[in-house]
């Protein structure tokens, strides 16, 4: 049973160390992701939370925070750049995933003892990357906003890749059939979309309605959680229900004339700030959450853990450089892509519903996948902390021909 005091206490303390590890960012560029996972792992030690308990909690967690995470990128998302970014994101993202499925698949088939399947369900369930916790780290990164924009559109499809072929390898180990890739993608997409358009017209119509009465950043929100909810309700993507609710109320103002009331609602800089802040508490929390469950599930399997580690930041390296064939982009930012690989608490949500379907084996592997998602984080920040600090930013990679006039105009204008 958790202490009520104690419990509201840590929280408070994930609040305010959240605030002064942004500061000491900001100040020594030493990542907070880094402060908050140590303070997780504190947590844990004094046994402040119990791991068990935050471990059932972990799905709700990550739903509460990808839904404002996803929304708050929406909102300050611009929709052009967005749709520029797609078709290269969407690239790295299934290149990414595949190279990790085999290199993946291929540890555990020869050191864990796995078949084909469940190995390749590994490397599903691991080849997915989810900025999250090291968003803050990215938000500041010497890059370009078009190629962070390829990070960001690569996150929401990554997920959601790695989400269905994780099903799908589910589903041929326990012969329950397997899926269609390209249809689940499709009618996920399309639902996400498709609500978070309602909900974001609902909202704009109504906006002047709303306008000046008190709580309205309430509603808001309030929102852009059910186009989450409603858009995984009728197994959608959620993640895409709140982003295009954000994107949406974000770039209201560019939408045609022909719409009318609806390119009246400007999302002003203090509601970007206000849920800026938001997205900022639930991150810092996520990643304590994140160091606290590490001591309930390491076991003495944490060394292949550190062997599949290494095989994912090497197959990251090939999966970048084939997606950005031909664009043009300085080493330091090559190299900044090439260092994000970071997990979530996703991939142990979806090593709980293999084991609840009957995947023989996959709860000894929870310890596994900690070792992955705190090792990725770490990585992520400390490689590209690494990068940003050293003489590469000085070197430029060699010119490439632009390939048509619009990526010209895109070069020109995201261009340092």
Request: hydrophobic share 55%; no cysteine.
């Given at each position: ?38 303070f997780g792992l504190v947590v844990a030690w004094l046994g402040a939370l119990p791991t068990s308990g935050l471990l059932v909690f972990a799905p709700v967690l990550a ?144 906006s002047s309605l709303t306008k000046g009465k008190p709580y309205g950043y309430i509603l808001t929100l309030g929102l852009a959680f059910l186009a989450y909810a409603v ?126 379907k009957g995947v023989v084996g996959f709860e000894s592997l929870l310890g596994i996948v900690f070792i992955v998602i705190v090792g990725t984080v770490l990585y992520s ?36």
């Open positions: 049973m958790v202490d009520a005091i104690l419990a509201v206490a840590v929280i408070g303390s994930v609040a305010v160390l959240g605030y002064f590890s942004n500061i000491m960012f900001e100040k020594t560029r030493i990542p907070d992701s880094i402060w908050l996972i140590l739903a509460i925070a990808l839904a404002v995470m996803s929304f708050e990128y929406g909102l300050r998302a611009d929709v052009s750049v967005f749709i520029h970014s797609l078709p290269r994101a969407s690239l790295l993202a299934l290149l990414n995933i595949s190279f990790a499925m085999v290199a993946v698949g291929l540890v555990a088939h020869a050191f864990l003892g796995l078949d084909i399947v469940r190995s390749l369900l590994l490397g599903a369930i691991l080849g997915g990357v989810n900025f999250t916790p090291v968003s803050g780290l990215l938000a500041k990164a010497r890059m370009k906003d078009e190629l962070k924009n390829f990070l960001y559109v690569e996150d929401v499809l990554s997920d959601t890749l790695s989400f269905i072929f994780a099903m799908i390898f589910i589903s041929i180990y326990t012969l329950a059939g397997s899926a269609d890739p390209i249809q689940t993608i499709s009618y996920g997409f399309g639902i996400g979309i498709a609500v978070g358009l309602v909900l974001g017209a609902i909202k704009l119509y109504t858009t995984e309700w009728f197994s959608g993507n959620g993640i895409i229900g709140a982003m295009v609710y954000g994107l949406l109320l974000g770039n209201a103002k560019k939408l045609p004339r022909q719409v009318g009331r609806l390119r009246e609602f400007s999302a002003s800089p203090f509601l970007k700030k206000f849920y800026s802040e938001i997205s900022l508490f639930l991150r810092a929390f996520f990643l304590v959450t994140l160091g606290t469950i590490a001591i309930g599930t390491l076991n003495d399997t944490w060394i292949w853990g550190i062997l599949i580690l290494a095989a994912l930041i090497i197959v990251r390296i090939p999966a970048v450089e084939l997606a950005l064939v031909r664009k043009p982009a300085t080493h330091q930012e090559m190299w900044i892509m090439k260092s994000m690989l970071p997990k979530d608490l996703g991939a142990i949500v979806l090593v709980l519903i293999a084991a609840s920040t400390i490689a590209s902390y690494v990068v940003t600090r050293g003489q590469l930013a000085s070197k430029v990679v060699k010119d490439y021909k632009y390939e048509k006039l619009a990526e010209r105009k895109a070069w020109k204008k995201y261009a340092n």
